[in-house]
């Protein structure tokens, strides 16, 4: 069994997408995930999973929280905007509808937000996964959601 193997087996599997953020002395950062899990009501906990090799994943291991914008159906350039790798962080912001959050940005237009406090870390082999716990939620736009199936995003 090959990594790329379970890639293309996971694939056939919609996953939900949304856009995680924090902010490390001043500076934001910001990628799509299709991890976002819910993992516990109480307490109201979250994980990701973040791949060591993503620009993000340092400035969230040392960040004390994170938000989660979850997208809507129509926010296909939003996840794609920030799937892309090698854009320098302050680059990453140009163009892209947000709003201040306690831990970070949070995308204009989503289903939904989170603010997570950050309890634990965990690593993963080539990632690692951060739970954390959910401080504040609120309710966005109504509809679809997104997806990532088949390595596309479509609305669900």
Known sequence: MTGEELRE???RFPAPVAVVTTEVDGER???TVGSL???S???PLVGISIGKDSSSHEPLRQAAGWTASLLAGSQQTVAQHFARRGIPP??????VDVREGTRGPLVVGALAWLECRTVSQHDAGDHTIFVGEV???ERGAT??????????F???
């Open 9 to 11: 087996v996971m694939r």
């Open 37 to 39: 899990v819910s993992l």
């Open 154 to 156: 479509l609305p669900a």
């Open 143 to 152: 509809g679809p959601g997104l997806v990532y199936r088949d390595g596309g």
């Open 41 to 43: 009501l109480a307490p």
């Open 29 to 31: 950062f910001g990628l």
């Open 135 to 137: 401080e504040s939620t």
């Open 90 to 95: 302050v680059a990453l912001w140009n163009g």
